[in-house]
Nanobody, 124 residues
Framework: QVQLVESGGGLVAPGGSLRLSCAASGITVSFWDSFFAMRWFRQPPGKERELVASISSIPGATNVADSVEGRFTISRDNVKKTVYLQMNSLSPDGTAAYYC?????????????WGQGTQVTVSS
């Protein structure tokens, strides 16, 4: 069973930066980087959850939502089994609960695992 633990959320002023981390356990490095795309979602208060960024299994192709293009970057450390979301130039609309998702591909297609979420609040 894959377990995901997010960290790095908190209160930040508009224009500031945060880096979220999501550490995976319960899976070997080779399976994690071969069979799981990693994604960050966020859910603002009173709104639906939305996909913010994704990074594929090997070779690690990335995509970010248009709304955060140029400000957010996703990356993964396949040795540490950790995925990161670097968020720069945050604005108040970045206030949300951020969730890490491991999305199975190929032999793990259909498997989805979620972290518990970490709160990001952008406010002065």
């Amino acid at each position: 069973q894959v377990q995901l633990v997010e960290s790095g959320g908190g209160l930040v002023a508009p224009g500031g930066s945060l880096r979220l981390s999501c550490a995976a356990s319960g899976i070997t490095v080779s399976f994690w980087d071969s069979f799981f795309a990693m994604r960050w979602f966020r859910q603002p208060p009173g709104k639906e959850r939305e996909l913010v960024a994704s990074i594929s299994s090997i070779p690690g192709a990335t995509n970010v939502a248009d709304s955060v293009e140029g400000r957010f970057t996703i990356s993964r450390d396949n040795v540490k089994k950790t995925v990161y979301l670097q968020m720069n130039s945050l604005s108040p609309d970045g206030t949300a609960a951020y969730y890490c998702n491991a999305h199975g591909v190929r032999a793990y297609l259909g498997k989805d695992y979620w972290g518990q979420g970490t709160q990001v609040t952008v406010s002065s």
